[in-house]
Nanobody, 126 residues
């Protein structure tokens, strides 16, 4: 069983920055692909960024060049650095883990992930 706990959300003005963190339990964190998703009111959950066990990174087109995903396996933590934030980035952000060992690709759809955090709210004011 893996537990994921997100932190770092909050209220920020347009153009500002936030860094989200996701702390994972368990000793096999380094095996997992990790993803960040977000869900705005009335919308489906969407892929934002993902990182493979080898630290290959993938991004949604809407956040490329503004968001950066990274991982620290020694701390069992994955990060999402968000810069140049826009009101359209307002959503609840979720961390997710794909526990299939050493997958070569990062899934970009929610049903491919086994474990989810509780979410953290990000609000960008105009």
């Amino acid at each position: 069983q893996v537990q994921l706990v997100e932190s770092g959300g909050g209220l920020v003005q347009t153009g500002g920055s936030l860094r989200l963190s996701c702390a994972a339990s368990g000793r096999t964190f380094s095996w997992y692909a990790m993803g960040w998703f977000r869900q705005a009111p009335g919308k489906e959950r969407e892929f934002v960024a993902g990182i493979s066990w080898r630290s290959s990174t993938y991004y949604a087109e809407s956040v490329k060049g503004r968001f950066t995903i990274s991982r620290d396996n020694a701390k069992n933590t994955v990060y999402l650095q968000m810069n140049s934030l826009k009101p359209a980035d307002t959503a609840v952000y979720y961390c997710a883990a794909d526990s299939r060992k050493y997958r070569p690709v990062v899934p970009t759809v929610p049903h491919e992930y086994d474990y989810w955090g509780q979410g953290t709210q990000v609000t960008v004011s105009s």
